[in-house]
């Protein structure tokens, strides 16, 4: 296996070497595979792809239209093996991966997976060696279910694939803060991973989601490089209970979640702001359905760029959601392309400020496979410094009046629980 292993890592950087793309085993500095940090400088992103073919419900692809606002796949689970591949193959069409683009997006490749240590530093560690046995049971079915409370499977490779997208994330932890201490600007890291994380509580799966991957990235950063504060933003439709449980009585973990209203799990109420040591360390800002691209612009503004000021975070890390677009199917909200481009600059912008550039971003939700494709690629160009395309691809047409008062009320309503 260790054969085996240096041969890849070999073939991997040799391939690499002219196509942008760095190797890494989650030590970049003694890493013969990754280019010294030096390289590294002119890059502005950095990502890493775990697209987790093997855990998929459906093999049955049939694109039917539902309505003007969506398709969908006929028996395929929204949470499938085609978000990731669909998100690449877009960036690669708009020119936005390392073969255009060397000397500023590079591809993390060859990263090893998380270790069960990482995983049982947010997650217990019966639940770990359980999924792990489970996989056994799911060689022999072909599919099981492991999540008592939501449409959450488990195929024969979904430990191992679990590992892998966890491992993605704690990489890019390592590549980024190795550069940010050569360089005031270093590269977003973004991790186009599945199954996503932020449902998955310390005791289980949840919706989707297996291993929280945010959460053990956090605690892989404070562990492996010392960043004490951790400023985690969740952006996706859905509240991320799992992290939000995760850190709920810890005081150097700020999570905050803005989410839609009485949507999956039901949880992250505006009152709940955490616990003991932890208390005021939490903030969940449920929107109600039908907020867009205004009320998340204030948001940021208001609440969001405030508590991060007041944190003073030494990393921050975003669980990326794109299911509370106007074309998602599983949720009312009515973000836009730009809505999502907006929040990528600002939150680059953001840790330029607060810790060093250090930010790292994580996919979650999206399940409308052409806007999510369309905005995780503007989320690029923000990252790159460059115009918003959100104009070729969102359509005002169906777009409605947000219910401005009711997301101004919920604003005030969370900026005098924060004293913001």
């Not at 049939?62 to 606002?69: D, G, K, Q, R, T």
């Not at 978000?83 to 090893?112: C, D, G, Y």
Request: with cysteine; charged share 20%; glycine share 8%.
């Amino acid at each position: 296996n260790v054969f085996y292993r240096v041969r890849h890592r070999e073939f991997r950087w040799k391939n690499a070497r002219n196509r942008g793309c760095v190797c890494s085993l989650n030590s970049p500095e003694n890493n013969l595979c990754v280019p010294s940090p030096t390289d590294l400088l002119t890059g502005k992103v950095i990502y890493s792809v775990a697209p987790a073919i093997g855990h998929n419900k459906s093999e049955t692809y049939f694109p039917i239209v539902v309505s003007p606002l969506c398709s969908i796949l006929k028996d395929l689970h929204p949470e499938c093996n085609l978000r990731v591949p669909a998100i690449t193959r877009a960036l690669a069409n708009m020119r936005l991966t390392p073969e255009f683009r060397s000397s500023e997006i590079f591809e993390l490749q060859k990263f090893r997976p998380a270790t069960v240590d990482d995983i049982a530093r947010v997650h217990e560690s019966a639940y770990v060696s359980g999924l792990e046995k489970a996989m056994d049971q799911a060689s022999d079915q072909g599919l099981i279910f492991i999540d008592g409370s939501g449409p959450t499977y488990a195929t024969s490779t979904t430990f191992h694939e679990s590992l892998l997208a966890a491992g993605a994330g704690i990489s890019l932890v390592d590549v980024v803060v190795t550069v940010s201490k050569l360089s005031k600007d270093p590269p977003i890291g973004f991790a186009l991973v599945r199954p996503p994380g932020h449902h998955a509580v310390p005791t289980g799966p949840m919706g989707f989601c297996v291993f929280g991957n945010v959460a053990i990235a956090a605690r892989y950063a404070q562990r492996a490089h010392g960043l004490k504060r951790v400023f985690i933003i969740d952006f996706d439709v859905h509240h991320g209970n799992g992290t939000n449980d995760a850190f709920y009585d810890d005081p150097d973990v700020f999570f905050l979640s803005t989410h839609q209203d009485g949507s999956y799990p039901g949880t992250g109420k505006i009152n709940q702001i955490g616990h003991g040591l932890g208390e005021g360390s939490t903030l969940n800002l449920p929107l109600p359905g039908g907020s867009g691209d205004r009320a998340m612009r204030t948001v940021f503004d208001e609440v969001i760029a405030p508590c991060a000021h007041r944190f003073k975070p030494d990393i921050i890390l975003v669980s990326a959601g794109y299911d509370g677009h106007v074309l998602d199917p599983l949720a009312s909200l009515q973000f836009t392309t730009g809505t999502y481009y907006m929040l990528a600059s600002n939150i680059k912008q953001l840790a330029k400020d607060l810790c060093g550039g250090r930010c790292v971003f994580f996919l979650e939700g999206g399940y409308n496979l052409t806007s999510l494709s369309h905005s995780v690629a503007d989320s690029f160009r923000a990252f790159l410094g460059e115009s918003s395309l959100a104009s070729d691809f969102d359509n005002p047409a169906f777009l409605y009046e947000e219910p401005s008062n009711k997301v101004k009320e919920a604003i005030q309503r969370v900026k005098h629980l924060h004293s913001l």
